[in-house]
Every structure is written in C-alpha cells, then in structure tokens.
C-alpha cells in the first residue's frame, strides 16, 4: 500500500510562488506517472500537471510557463514549484500516483492566493 503525504500549500499573495512536495512510502520500486491535481471551490478537480517516470512532463494550458513539475525517483518523490500565482490557482491540490496500475491519492493541501 502506497501513502502519500503532501506539503508545501499555505497562503500567498498575487505574484508570489510556492513550492509543494509529495512524498510516497510504502513501496521501494519506482513509480509511474505523478501528477498534481487540483480543485477550486465549487469546481471538479482538474489535472494541473503530471511527470512520467523518464522525466516527460504535460501541464494544463492555463499554469504552462508559471508551474514546473519534477521528480526524484530515488525519494519516490514529486515537486510542483508555482510562480506568479494568481487568484484562479487557489484550490486543494492533489498528489497522484500510479504504481502498477493502481491509483493513489494523496489527502491534498490548501493553496490560497489572495488579492
């Protein structure tokens, strides 16, 4: 079984940056696809950004240029570093891993933006 502990979500302000991390235990292998998903209130979640495990990357066209996902597969780990955040990314974002097929989650962490 595949837990993931998610940090790095808090408040900041118009412009300002963040860094989230996620950590997977409970496996030693490497695994698959890792991606950061989010959901704004009164919205579905929606994917922000994911990290396959050679290092192809794909994000959702409104961060592209502001996010950058990256990963250290010798930690099982997954960053998304966001700059220039605006009011629209604020949310719960979501870790998401896959390890032979299976789909975990993490619990997710807030991420506010204010004006």
């Known amino acids: 079984q595949v837990q993931l502990v998610e940090s790095g979500g808090g408040l900041v302000q118009v412009g300002g940056s963040l860094r989230l991390s996620c950590a997977a235990s409970?496996?030693?292998?490497?695994?698959?696809?890792m991606s950061w998903y989010r959901q704004a209130p009164g919205k579905e979640r929606e994917l922000v950004a994911r990290?396959?495990?050679?290092?192809?990357?794909d994000y959702v066209d409104s961060v592209k240029g502001r996010f950058n996902i990256s990963r250290d597969n010798g930690k099982n780990a997954v960053i998304l570093q966001m700059t220039s955040l605006s009011p629209e990314d604020t949310g719960i974002y979501y870790c998401r891993v896959v390890r032979y097929g299976s789909v975990y989650w993490g619990r997710g962490t807030q991420v506010t933006v204010s004006s």
């Open positions: 990290i396959a495990p050679f290092g192809t990357t």
């Open positions: 409970g496996t030693s292998d490497t695994i698959g696809t």
